[in-house]
């Protein structure tokens, strides 16, 4: 890789360094706070064993799957251009930011015992479908990944230049070619970290996998650790089963970023490719089956979503619209942290490992530290650390904002930290050799190749922390509440109805963030 | 950037709203969430406690019901609530052994609860059984005993919550281990195959049911009251098993930390007069601890009475959860 000769400065360190203390802290430092606040001590059991297994198992077969199927969706999405490929884009960005409660009863609306494929095969006089067990959590998690695997991925395809696929039409490569020395690179570039992120949200995850997984043999470490804090006020064994979940992390982040390889493509123009060479029927018929098939399998789930919330939507309290509010503003504080974090963590890392190569793919596994981070650890971490000196009501807000934005630092650093490499190595150099200096460098050389990936990231952020339910439950003061939380309470009143009602505003408003933000990121830049 | 942090400094300002409004004396009260909401009983009990009080009552919603213990056990003694309302008999003797709650004397004389009170620390304010809810439109004949429900075809389903993290699931759990003692284990071992699954709380589980996904769901003989009075709907019932019922008892003690033990006293007081226990039956769905002078709601007849009230001694109840839990876990596993 071209190496330009930017020093590491001040600004650096201080951002760049902060961020990652605030890392540390919220995920290692909440472990210790609940270690230090035990009061008696216990050893894993057997059957926290067979937990961590199934937990392991589970979400590899998750990961596994929903890379397999979200590379030819993105390829499709990545070589057509069709009316609706932009809402199909920004609608993939739902099922991902879905509270596990409504995913689940949107996910059994289709496949369920009484749900639409269960009635349709009922006139062939075939049973219902029944998919509690491994299956119903391996699919909920892949209804739930495949969004998120399938932007990366077109992410990854947009950032492979024109100019390559304008020469390899020149050359008259078969898509074949194009495959091997395009597309692969990009693949083996991308798809490692891709994993990971999936297979860490998917260890983390329990009422999922308890709700379809059909009893206690479906039981992740995230229950656990639940049960160790809630049921027995076991905290040496909840701070033990978390530092589980953290060395699990940090191995498979530490192989998946020496499989990676970074992508080593010439600097383009930044504009979208035409392909000529799958214009063939044969690719135009597999793109749009894929797309048809993985639409439909995202889309039913969402769409009863919407057939449910649709009515009541219009006859809810007001308190809610006062919570919607609530969960905005949330929403924007974080992901405007979230994507302030992130460039100063990739500027940081980006300058280190000029220097040194270890210590920055070390911090690049701490940087996905939150996601393997339990949010009930986090969240008691926390409050055992703030309790003795400040009111817990009043910390509310930033407390949930700076959790949501470290809880969605792994995915911004994700997008954020590629481009940034890209930027650098492309236009930085010819920065420095105009003389461009700090500020300046980042506005004109920098900024034009992040906006994009920003927008998306800081969307993901907005639409993760709308949906979060993590430690708002310990902090939120009595007259404060979010949606989710709000939706919570209606469901535990009998409120089903109302419940919907909610869950479709929550879903709405999440997307319609999601989409401000991303369209933000697509504002046209001066550079052309 | 300081426009950011201008911004950032109004809204958390807009967040603290009601923090200092006036010198009443004011009582915090920690809560689960169902109880706060805008459906449940925190509203008009505010309203009711706040005429008679001169005083401004907090409730503070702190989670579900298992949560409230742990709240209380990170806090200590420095916390705020001055009252903890809505932990079960399953609970009080834990509870009580943190040493955090102090007794209140006044307890009245008769409570409408179906057991012998005696507790010194903790006051009931509402109970209730726990049942298997069904749709009497679509199935005729319930089950009336687990051995019944054992013996249903395998495509009969309920579904049920874990008992590690919800409190139906684990009354669930002592129902069985009181109604069958040494016989649990078989038990659970024939209900496995009619149990389509196990959710993480009531919701996820009623909203299954009442989707379709089951015939039968946990939850309290009470619930039908609500699709009566509130929906009237009459297709929910709960079945009634001859085994008896396992009994809920929700209660509610006073801190020993409080900074307002005249005023925690005097809502322990309210909460057993029938300005509040009015407010019980159709808010929050349960029993009241004593019934109103003239009676409960109209549609509270149709529930079924179960033969026998069923509970293990709070003393017990720890052990025998422990116990109960390890069963269940091995029966359910295999």
Not at chain 1, 479 to 485: E, H, R, V
Not at chain 2, 56 to 63: E, N, R, S, W
Not at chain 2, 123 to 141: E, M, R, S
């Amino acid at each position: 890789m071209a190496h330009s000769s930017q020093p590491i400065r001040p600004i650096h360190f201080i951002l760049g360094g902060s961020a990652f203390a605030l890392l540390l802290l919220l995920t290692l430092g909440t472990v210790i706070a609940l270690w230090w606040r035990a009061e008696i001590t216990s050893s894993l059991t057997p059957a926290d064993w067979a937990t961590i297994r199934f937990t392991i198992t589970q979400a590899l077969a998750s990961a596994i799957i929903s890379i397999a199927i979200a590379i030819p969706t993105a390829r499709a999405l990545a070589r057509r251009n069709f009316r609706g490929r932009k809402f199909i884009l920004t609608l993939m960005g739902a099922p991902f930011i879905l509270p596990a409660i409504v995913a689940v009863l949107g996910i059994l609306a289709v496949w369920g015992r009484s749900g639409y494929i269960s009635e349709l095969i009922a006139n062939f006089g075939l049973g219902p479908l029944n998919i509690y067990g491994f299956g119903g959590v391996v699919l909920a998690h892949v209804f739930f990944n495949i969004p998120l695997a399938t932007r990366l991925f077109v992410q990854g395809w947009s950032a492979i230049p024109v100019e390559h696929f304008r020469l390899a039409a020149q050359l008259g490569m078969e898509t074949r070619d194009i495959t091997r020395h395009l597309e692969r690179p990009m693949l083996r570039a991308v798809a490692p970290g891709a994993f990971l992120l999936i297979f860490l949200l998917c260890i983390s995850s329990f009422a999922v996998a308890l709700a379809l997984g059909g009893g206690p043999k479906a039981t992740t470490i995230e229950l656990a650790i639940y049960q160790a804090i809630r049921f027995d006020f076991d905290l040496t064994k909840a701070s033990q089963l978390a530092m589980i979940q953290f060395a699990l992390c940090a191995a498979i982040g530490a192989v998946t970023i020496l499989i990676a390889t970074p992508m080593h493509f010439a600097q383009g123009l930044d504009r979208k490719a035409e392909r000529w060479d799958a214009r063939e029927t044969r690719y135009r018929v597999t793109d749009y089956t894929i797309l048809t098939l993985v639409c439909l399998f995202l889309f039913l789930p969402l769409a009863s979503i919407l057939l449910r919330g649709i009515i009541p939507l219009f006859t809810l309290p007001s308190a809610v619209w006062w919570a919607a509010l609530n969960s905005v503003i949330v929403a924007t504080l974080s992901a405007g942290l979230s994507v302030c974090m992130s460039i100063a963590m990739s500027a940081f890392i980006i300058r280190i490992a000029r220097k040194r190569k270890t210590v920055s793919n070390v911090m690049e596994v701490v940087g996905f530290l939150t996601l393997a981070a339990s949010p009930f650890v986090i969240g008691t971490g926390l409050f055992v650390m703030t309790f003795p000196f400040i009111s817990p009501f009043a910390i509310a807000l930033p407390i949930t904002a700076l959790v949501n934005a470290a809880m969605s630092l792994p995915f911004s650093l994700r997008v954020i930290l590629p481009a940034m490499t890209r930027a650098e190595d492309h236009y930085g150099r010819l920065a420095d050799s105009l003389g461009m200096q700090t500020w300046d460098r980042f506005r004109f050389a920098i900024w034009p190749r992040l906006k994009r990936p920003v927008g998306f990231s800081a969307g993901l952020a907005a639409a993760l922390s709308m949906g979060d339910l993590g430690v708002i439950t310990l902090f939120a003061p009595p007259d404060m509440a979010t949606l989710p939380l709000m939706m919570y309470r209606l469901m535990s009143s009998y409120q089903l109805s109302d419940a919907a009602g909610v869950a479709l505003l929550l879903v709405t408003l999440s997307v319609a963030l999601f989409w401000i933000f991303d369209q933000g990121g697509r504002l046209e830049h001066n550079v052309r | 950037m300081t426009k950011f942090i201008t911004l950032a400094a109004g809204l958390t300002l807009a967040f603290a709203t009601t923090a200092h409004a006036q010198d009443k004396p004011e009582l915090t009260v920690y809560t689960y969430d169902s109880f706060v909401s805008d459906w449940g009983p925190g509203p008009s009990v505010e309203k009711a406690f706040e005429e008679i009080c001169e005083c401004d009552l907090k409730l503070v919603g702190a989670g579900d019901g298992a949560a409230l213990l742990t709240r209380m056990q990170l806090e200590g003694a420095r916390s705020e609530a001055d009252v903890v309302l809505g932990l079960d008999t399953n609970l009080t003797v834990r509870a009580a052994a943190t040493g955090l709650f102090a007794p209140y004397a006044n307890r009245p004389a008769t409570l409408d609860v179906p057991t012998d009170w005696t507790d010194e620390t903790f006051l009931p304010y509402d109970w209730g059984y726990f049942a298997f809810v069904y749709d009497n439109t679509k199935l005729k004949n319930a089950p009336d005993s687990f051995e019944a429900l054992i013996a249903m075809p395998n495509d009969f389903k309920i579904v049920i919550q874990d008992p590690r993290s919800s409190t139906p699931g684990l009354g669930l759990l002592l129902w069985v281990e009181e109604a069958y003692g040494e016989r649990a284990p078989e038990i659970w071992a024939g209900l496995a195959p009619k149990i389509l699954t196990v959710t993480k709380g009531w919701s996820e589980a009623y909203g299954m049911f009442t989707d379709g996904e089951a015939d039968m769901v946990l939850s309290y003989t009470t619930s039908p009251a609500y699709h009566i009075i509130a929906e009237e709907d009459q297709s929910k019932s709960a079945a009634s098993f001859k085994e008896g019922h396992y009994m809920q008892i929700e209660v509610a003690g006073k801190l020993a930390a409080t900074d307002q033990p005249e005023l925690a006293d005097a809502f322990l007081d309210f909460m057993t007069s029938s300005a509040f226990q009015s407010i019980i039956p159709t808010t929050n769905w349960m029993y009241p601890a004593v019934f109103p002078t003239d009676g409960l709601p109209a549609g509270f007849e149709q529930l079924i009475t179960p033969v026998d009230s069923l509970i293990i001694p709070a003393d017990k109840a720890e052990q025998a959860r422990d116990k109960a839990l390890a069963e269940w876990l091995t029966a359910l596993s295999r």
